[in-house]
């Protein structure tokens, strides 16, 4: 089993959709969760952090259930911008503090 | 904040030749330093990360080899290319809430 897993999609929405992204991880000692955006041919750069709360950043809604080991994140109102790789990250407790990526779940919001 | 220079941004590379991709480390000291592959169409995989100078962890045994000579210095070597190297490498930091990576090396073995 990998360590952490995405529907690799494509997710192909019209603008002003609404659309979720879920990721599932193994490590149950895992303590840091993230997701990142990807652009084609790019190096990935942080969207948000993941908290046991839950947290919005505008548009964005990110949501942790460590009972399940279960992320996911929440984009309203699609734009074209959106369009882009989204990739759930888990970081361990242990001295290397590795960051372990999913595959990515790629996203095509149409116009 | 943390800026990571890696060069270079493309290379095309024939079978059996070495390989040396070179990392470089601003705004911080001491830090946690990763080497990553990422395949056409896939996710990332680490290969290799580093805690401290000459501290070494590999995660995948394959044809590469990483160094780390100076505290913020992240070097990925390979003596002999084969095709399956060919992809896009980043090498990433740690900072205190989040990764940065540079700008990568599309790396294509022919």
């Known amino acids: 089993r990998k360590e952490v897993e995405q529907d690799p999609g494509p997710f192909n929405v019209p603008e002003g959709a609404t659309v979720a992204f879920n990721c599932t991880y193994s490590?149950?000692?895992?303590?840091?969760f993230f997701w990142y955006r990807q652009d084609c041919r790019k190096e990935p750069k942080l969207l948000m952090s993941v908290y046991s709360s839950g947290n919005e950043d505008g548009r964005f809604t990110a949501q942790l259930n460590r009972a399940s080991q279960y992320i996911s994140l929440l984009i309203r109102d699609s734009k074209l911008s959106d369009s882009a790789t989204y990739l759930c990250?888990?970081?361990?407790?242990?001295?290397?503090?590795?960051?372990?990526f999913g595959s990515g779940t790629r996203l095509l919001v149409r116009p | 904040s943390q800026t990571i220079h890696q060069w270079p941004a493309t290379l095309v590379q024939p079978v059996g030749s070495p390989l040396s991709l070179e990392c470089t480390v601003e705004g911080t000291s001491n830090p946690n330093l990763y080497w990553y592959r990422q395949a056409a169409g896939r996710g990332l995989q680490l290969l290799f990360y580093?805690?401290?100078?000459?501290?070494i962890s590999s995660e995948v045994p394959q044809n590469l080899s990483a160094s780390r000579p100076q505290d913020r210095q992240f070097i990925l070597s390979s003596k002999k290319l084969l095709l399956s190297d060919s992809g896009f490498y980043l090498c990433?930091?740690?900072?205190?809430?989040?990764?940065?990576f540079g700008q990568g090396t599309r790396l294509t073995v022919v």
């Open positions: 990250v888990v970081r361990g407790m242990d001295s290397s503090y590795k960051l372990i």
């Open positions: 990433a930091c740690l900072g205190d809430t989040e990764a940065f």
């Open positions: 490590n149950s000692a895992s303590q840091s």
């Open positions: 580093s805690v401290g100078i000459g501290q």
